[in-house]
């Protein structure tokens, strides 16, 4: 996985070869049964101070397969080497064709497709394409009675804009406090960021409604230096 979209994890098997899977818990559950399951304090440091481990792992054990890189196993000895795209695939440098170009891919398919929708510019966009594409997109929207976090009336006013299907959950704090021992179980980044424990819930209630992709705009900000800290790199 060039982007690193999709983590693949490993450990290494004395004398047995290795253990990998794209989350972590396996892993851990294995070697706490073996006895063998180690905390990396740099890890839990990070974690406390920067929301989230540099290694994406919890243990020296328990090594995150870098994006673009591949993996060898062989007579008992692990190799990694990273890879690059081939001249055939090249990536484009209009941004503009190539996010239009994803959408469309993402929604040609006969799954149901639901979109997060917060009625900020990168979800908008997103909920925009999806819906020139299909008109069975439905838009999933939580709201909170903290008016500081609640953004679904813009939600809701851009949904209608776009005449899609729009489902809005109001999530309590009860309801985060229930979710926290699930989703850090199935948490495989170990990132310290309360708004997993809310994409963690929607991303159930759409599943429950039978969406198996959710499409969402997270990661823009990081790109294009949406957050006014940026500034300061």
Sequence with gaps: DLNGEKPLYYTEVENDGILFSSEMTPLIEYLKEAGSLVLS??????????????????SNRIISLDPG????????TCSTRHFGLSDSKKSSTDFSSTLVN?????TNTDTKIGVLLSGGIDSSCIAYLASSFREDIVAYTLSFDDSRYDESSRAIAFAKSLGIKHIVYRVTLEDLKNEFDYWLKHNPMFVADPGYL???????????????????????????????RYKYF
């Design 41 to 58: 304090k740099t890890d839990i440091k990070d974690i406390l101070i920067f929301n989230s481990a540099r290694s994406n792992s919890i």
């Design 69 to 76: 890189t591949i993996l060898t196993y062989s007579n008992g």
């Design 102 to 106: 994803v959408i469309s891919e993402m």
């Design 198 to 228: 809310s994409l963690s819930l929607i991303a159930k209630k759409a599943k429950h409604n039978g969406v198996k992709v959710l499409l969402g705009g997270d990661g823009a900000d990081e790109l294009f230096g949406g957050y006014k």
